[in-house]
């Protein structure tokens, strides 16, 4: 699951850690103990990527040790794989729990997204087999494995030699796809795409499975899903000249209208890409490096929709690169806040210091979140591989304590500021987006407020109250005793369960009521 930095021309040195006021960049003092949570995982362990549930709460994924543990590198030689779940203040969900991935070898869990219907996808590495091999777990709202998903809700992937899965995503029908890397032919990109119960996509590639890459040590870092399918995949391109987006049809094969054969080219220094997120009009931002002969300093770009850069985005061709901390800076992870400004999190040698940035979105630095739009972390959080934004833009990162206990340490700061949206004179629990939206409500009593798009929304049993937006939209209230409200737009209201109130708003709208003693308006 699981966005980005500030331009160093003018831009000043990057905000210590204890900044104050209404920064951005401060922390949130309403998340566990003063803007902090650390997990107790009962060993040693990291966490690597976070998400964010329809509901508010945060799912985090990363390892936990089970033997010894090197420090320097963040690398463990037993281990498994690591989820919890924390509520909206930062507390443990009990209800959920801190979970083990287990499957008899040394697993890790890389990267974590939350489906549409509330189940939790996780991919990662485990070597209970011959080799190490790629796999997915998922796992049902409660944290339970769900049965319906590969053999006891995992799945493993195996191209015959050594695998490992950084990321996933989802694509169209349910369907998830996993990159990372494989020792085939000296190490190869590898993209694999899983069918909504788990297995290999034979409409993808002929198997499910696409390599890429040349005869040098490749690895995919990062993919992205865009809103046609198509697949965008980046990472280390060791014969490159430089770092490369590849993009692959839904068909997964090389798409031959993005840059060349389906791979454009960065004009930048390094091999690597770190990360990539979906950008307006097809676009894409990206994070990777550059040199300018005294180090390396992290770079953000956005790319059009046909695989060159968005000049008029940042500085030009230049893109958009981080506020001078010192020392070698890298952005890990990427995101894009409902505002449409950028943050990135990461990482810089000054000191061993975390790193977030943030951009406008014009791709500049974002003077709301500090005066340079950067800020270090001096203590406790000194390496930062998860990221992840709340709906109501506040921004959360995760790591480890950098301690010699290595606990797992999540933070939130405060990011930007979004007036709470209201339906009925409720505050809103669960709040949509600008695109359109699947929701799906708790079992208790929830208060969803979509937005302008086309959405569905399902409650879950509680008594919910739910807002459509000025969209077509689809509200099913299912059980409990719901007030359902269209508001703009053709929408369809069912009551399900229970003594509803329909009201359907302008436009032509169809409303059924169920079983109970509802109200149609």
């Not at 965008?232 to 993009?247: E, I, K, M, Q």
């Not at 894009?336 to 999190?345: M, W």
């Amino acid at each position: 699951m699981v966005l980005v930095a500030a331009l160093a021309v003018g831009a000043g040195a990057a905000v210590p850690d204890g900044v104050a006021g209404a920064a951005g960049s401060s922390t949130d003092l309403g998340f566990g103990t003063t803007g902090r949570v650390v997990v107790p995982a009962g060993a040693r362990a990291v966490v690597t990527d976070l998400a964010v549930q329809a509901d508010g709460k945060v799912v985090g994924v990363g390892y936990v040790a089970n033997g010894s543990i090197n420090l320097a590198g963040r690398s463990l030689n037993e281990s498994d794989g690591l989820v919890f779940r924390l509520r909206t203040d930062g507390s443990i969900d009990t209800t959920f729990g801190i979970r083990r991935l287990d499957l008899g070898g040394r697993e890790e869990a890389t990267a974590v997204e939350i489906q549409p219907d509330g189940r939790i996808l996780v991919a990662g590495s485990t070597n209970s087999g011959p080799d190490a091999d790629a796999v997915v777990w998922r796992l049902l709202w409660s944290g339970a494995p769900d049965s319906t998903f590969g053999v006891d809700g995992a799945r493993t992937l195996d191209s015959g030699a050594a695998e490992a899965a950084t990321d996933l995503a989802l694509a169209r029908d349910g369907k998830v796809v996993v990159v990372g890397g494989t020792s085939v032919d000296g190490g190869e990109m590898v993209v694999y795409r899983l069918t909504a119960h788990g297995l290999p996509d034979s409409s993808f590639n002929g198997d499910g499975a696409f390599g890429l890459g040349g005869a040098g040590n490749d690895y995919a870092f990062a993919v992205a899903v865009q809103a046609d399918a198509k697949v965008v995949v980046t990472g280390r391109d060791a014969d490159a000249s430089g770092p490369s987006l590849f993009r692959l049809t839904e068909e997964g094969l090389p798409d031959p209208t993005y840059g060349i054969g389906g791979q454009a080219s960065l004009p930048t220094s390094s091999d690597v890409v770190s990360d990539v997120v979906p950008a307006p009009r097809g676009g894409l931002y990206v994070a990777t490096q550059v040199n300018d002969g005294s180090g390396w300093d992290a770079v953000v770009l956005r790319m059009e929709a046909g695989g060159t850069i968005d000049t008029s985005w940042g500085d030009g061709i230049r893109g958009a690169r981080v506020a001078e901390t010192g020392g070698d800076e890298v952005i890990r992870r990427l995101a894009v806040l409902p505002d449409g400004s950028v943050v990135g999190a990461g990482d810089t040698t000054a000191d061993a210091n975390g790193l977030v940035a943030q951009f406008t979105a014009q791709g500049g630095p974002d003077r709301s979140f500090s005066a340079s739009g950067a800020r270090t972390f001096s203590a406790g959080l000194e390496f930062i591989p998860a990221l992840a934004v709340q709906r109501d833009g506040k921004i959360l990162v995760g790591g480890d304590d950098g301690a010699a206990e290595f606990r797992p340490l999540v933070v939130r700061l405060r990011g930007i500021s979004l007036p709470n949206p209201t339906c009925a004179g409720k505050h809103a629990t669960i709040v949509g987006t600008t695109a359109a939206d699947r929701l799906v409500g708790t079992p208790r009593a929830d208060v969803i407020v979509t937005g302008p798009g086309n959405d569905v929304v399902r409650g879950a049993g509680g008594n919910d109250v739910v807002c459509g937006g000025a969209g077509r939209d689809l509200l099913e209230g299912q059980g409990g005793d719901d007030r359902l409200y269209g508001q703009d737009g053709a929408d369809a209201l069912r009551g399900g369960y229970g003594a509803d109130l329909l009201v359907g708003g302008l436009g032509a709208d169809s409303l059924a009521g169920g079983p109970g003693r509802d109200v149609l308006r």
